[in-house]
């Protein structure tokens, strides 16, 4: 690393196996920016202070990723609007010695969407599984896109009930117990936001949830993405994606942010997917 490389960093628990320094490794080689971008594994009693030896150490920019993204909020000094509507932040950025926070999650998976997989998002019907960092990352973003009615369901109520309190949309947006999905009806828009497929399982859902020509999409990639997917698939969706076209379009977005310059994602996600051709998209 030069004298005046970028100091980038991505905080979470577990981080080991996460894509992203590949991935801004990537778009450095790509924009010609030194940067170091190294994942540090931090569980939420020893993140405050990771991060601020992060920054003593000359870091100036960093992402961060489960369980974190809504301590992440707690410790900025001012948050976007994006990140402040829902209290996560995937991104942290240094600005006057304090930390600028903001979400690329939810921006990520719309231009994935919209513009990857040429998907027109207006008007559908939409079910979010799952009240998590992850769920909250992106449900504001769905709606700016234009979806219609959409339904968070939780295994446990409180989560969601306060998801959709803090959106405020209480004639488009409702929350309602996991179990009792199946009285739902059927969408054309289906988002896994669940963890429970990390530990390998996916939890019940009635296939009937699943309209003719549904898009079924998973926030996780790799072999977390498995079940969801295999479930879209059995259900006969026309679209089942993974979260990995998210994962880059999100990191671009963070990239942007800290460095002022928009890498290109394509060839990024192209070689990721290279790798991980057993979970190609079904499109
Ligand atoms: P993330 O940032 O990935 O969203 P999180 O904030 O820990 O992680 O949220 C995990 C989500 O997965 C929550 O919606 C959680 O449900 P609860 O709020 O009821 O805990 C959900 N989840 C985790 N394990 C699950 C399981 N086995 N079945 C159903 N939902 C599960």
Redesign the pocket.
């Given at each position: 690393m030069t004298p005046t490389a970028h100091r980038l960093a991505l905080f979470g628990h577990p981080v080991a196996h996460s894509l992203s320094p590949t991935i801004h490794a990537a778009f450095a080689a790509q924009t010609a920016v030194a940067l170091s971008y190294e994942a540090i594994d931090a569980d939420i009693d020893g993140f405050a202070s990771a991060l601020a030896a992060f920054a003593g150490a000359g870091g100036t920019g960093a992402n961060v990723t489960?369980?974190l993204?809504h301590a992440a909020a707690a410790l900025c000094a001012t948050l976007d609007p994006r990140a402040r509507r829902m209290g996560v932040v995937n991104t942290l950025v240094l600005r006057d010695g304090g930390w600028h926070g903001d979400n690329t999650d939810g921006t990520g998976l719309v231009r994935d969407l919209t513009e990857r997989h040429a998907l027109d998002l207006r008007g559908r019907r939409t079910l979010v599984i799952?009240?998590?960092?992850?769920?909250a990352g992106v449900v504001p973003a769905l709606l700016d896109a234009g979806v219609g009615e959409l339904y968070i369901v939780?295994?446990?109520s409180e989560?969601a009930d306060a998801l959709v309190d803090a959106i405020g949309e209480p004639g488009r947006v409702h929350s309602r117990y996991?179990a009792d999905a199946h009285a739902l009806g059927e969408f054309s828009l289906v988002v896994h936001?669940?963890?429970?497929t990390r530990g390998g399982?996916l939890?019940p859902l009635p296939m009937s949830l699943l309209a003719s020509r549904a898009t079924a999409v998973d926030l996780n990639y790799g072999e977390a993405a498995i079940p969801f997917l295999a479930w879209a698939r059995a259900g006969n969706a026309l679209h089942a994606i993974d979260g990995l076209g998210m994962l880059v379009e999100q990191a671009a977005e963070s990239f942007t942010l800290w460095l002022g310059e928009r890498p290109q994602t394509d060839p990024v996600y192209a070689q990721l997917r290279a790798h991980a051709p057993t979970l190609a998209t079904a499109d």
């Open positions: 489960l369980p993204k799952g009240a998590g960092g992850a769920a939780n295994r446990s989560r996991l936001a669940t963890s429970a399982m939890p």
